[in-house]
């Protein structure tokens, strides 16, 4: 009897290090964007490979580096495929004309799959989605290297960022970071540990520190998208008590 009360609470035990185990590794997928460590690897096609993890897969695209965690009720067909353009447009599925720039943008990042862009049924769905994908993108900061801000002098906690740009360079659209002084934005964390960020002007740190956050139209519209996933966007839609 005692040998299987000892077999149970083994088993207990390792069931709960597992889940643990497993939490941490989800956890690092959603916040770091990495591979899952305990997962199955397969490579679906030339331009996808999916990581059939525990409860959840993850899919990397080949062609714009895009990593996309979603549910096995999910269809695999996820990354954008390859398209082609008719004077600069690209004709869905439901009829609609999308540009070379706006289809780049919705592409990018894994932000919509190649499902939902051949579902766009109206130009006002369009246009949503493009509303959708800029603003999300436009938050993604980086820090500025020391190396960038030389001669700067900023107060303790204060860090200089860019934010990006949609740019055309030879046809082909990204976002692009420049790392020019005008383009400067200081971020420090506020006493509720949330980080916030002013203008960076004539050399130095505006006092009116704002909170990144979306609008209400953005946060209906953003889980018609992959975004509905990553669990850090809910929290930029909470509105202040």
């Known amino acids: 009897m005692k040998s299987l009360k ?38 679906l096609d030339d331009e996808t490979t999916v990581y059939k993890a525990v409860l959840y897969k993850v899919w990397y695209c080949k062609n714009n580096k895009a990593i996309s ?4 009720s999910d269809r695999d067909a996820i990354c954008p495929k390859k398209y082609t353009y008719d004077n600069g447009y690209y004709k869905n599925n439901m009829g609609i004309n999308i540009s070379k720039r706006d289809l780049e943008l919705l592409i990018s990042d894994g932000v919509y799959t190649s499902e939902m862009i051949e579902d766009i049924n109206s ?3 369009l246009k949503d989605k493009v509303y959708v994908a800029t603003t999300y993108e436009q938050t993604k900061y980086k820090k500025v290297d020391k190396d960038k801000r030389e001669g700067i002098t900023l107060e303790s906690g204060v860090e200089l960022v860019v934010f990006p740009t949609f740019e055309s360079n ?9 790392y020019n002084e005008e383009n400067y934005s200081c971020m420090k964390t506020d006493k509720n540990k949330t980080k916030v960020f002013s203008k960076f002007e004539n050399g130095k740190c505006s006092d009116d520190y704002q909170k990144l956050q979306y609008d209400d139209k953005w946060c209906s519209l953003y889980k018609n998208s992959t975004l509905i996933y990553k669990d850090d966007i ?3 839609c909470e509105k202040e008590a």
Do not use: A, Q
Request: glycine share 8%; charged share 25%.
């Open 6 to 43: 000892k077999i149970f609470i083994i088993i207990i035990v390792l069931l709960v290090v597992f889940s643990g185990v497993v939490y941490i590794d989800y956890f690092l997928v959603k916040t770091k964007n990495t591979f899952p460590k305990i997962s199955i690897k397969e490579e």
């Open 69 to 72: 965690i979603g549910s096995y």
């Open 123 to 125: 130009e006002s769905d």
């Open 170 to 178: 030879g046809g082909e659209y990204s976002w692009v970071y420049n």
């Open 234 to 236: 809910e929290k930029l």
